[in-house]
């Protein structure tokens, strides 16, 4: 099992739609999560943190983090063009330095 | 605050040539990472640094080098240059305190050996 896992994609939904991506990871004792968005061409810019089980809102986003079922996910309501883009989840797993692990991403498009 | 800047943005090597990626952080971050990214493959860490004079191997260090003197800097030097080397390179810092380690990446450099 990789340490970090996403579905490759693409995932397609309509614009005004709600995007759903989902990350698991396999070290229970994981700590620090995160996602990252990464047009193409450009570098991951971090758009949401989330560090105790529940939900987690920004804005039109809403990270949500299940440690039970080791799995951690990222909504985006009301999805527009402008979130088409790369979703990068990264973990911190426990103990050692403070080094996270990212998985291959999720590609979203959002179409008219 | 400029955040985390790298030069070159582009770059063509011949096979065996080497070179120095550059990279500078303004926020007072104490880690700081370099990352290769390979088409549809994601993030692969080269070398990170938890402070100056600190540094240490991540997952595909192999021909490469880093060095860290100050805070601030943290360059990636590349010894003669393979075509396997052909990648984007992310400079990253993050201030680690407790289980807090948001990162923040640089502009990528893209770098192509022939």
């Known amino acids: 099992q990789k340490e970090v896992e996403q579905n490759s994609g693409p995932l397609s939904v309509p614009e005004g739609a709600i995007a759903s991506l989902n990350c698991t990871y396999s070290d229970r004792g994981s700590q620090s999560f995160f996602w990252y968005r990464q047009y193409s061409g450009k570098s991951p810019e971090l758009i949401m943190s989330i560090y105790s089980n529940g939900d987690k809102e920004d804005g039109r986003f809403t990270a949500q983090l299940n440690k039970a079922s080791q799995y951690v996910s990222l909504l985006i309501r009301d999805s527009q063009p402008s979130d088409s883009a790369t979703y990068l989840c990264?973990?911190?797993?426990?103990?050692?330095?403070?080094?996270?692990?990212f998985g291959r991403g999720t590609s979203l498009i959002v179409h008219p | 605050n400029a955040g985390v800047t790298q030069t070159p943005k582009f770059r063509i090597l011949k096979i065996g040539q080497s070179m120095t990626l550059q990279c500078t952080q303004d926020?007072?971050?104490?880690?700081m990472y370099w990352y290769r990214q390979d088409p549809g493959m994601g993030l692969k860490l080269i070398y990170y640094?938890?402070?100056?004079?600190?540094?240490d191997k991540g997952e595909v260090p192999n021909g490469y080098n880093v060095s860290r003197s100050t805070t601030e800097d943290f360059p990636l030097r590349l010894e003669l240059a393979a075509p396997s080397q052909t990648s984007v390179y992310f400079c990253a810092s993050s201030y680690v305190a407790g289980t807090y380690n948001e990162q923040f990446f640089g502009p990528g450099t893209r770098l192509t050996v022939l």
């Open positions: 990264a973990v911190k797993k426990s103990g050692g330095s403070y080094i996270p692990t």
């Open positions: 640094s938890v402070g100056a004079g600190i540094t």
């Open positions: 926020m007072n971050h104490n880690y």
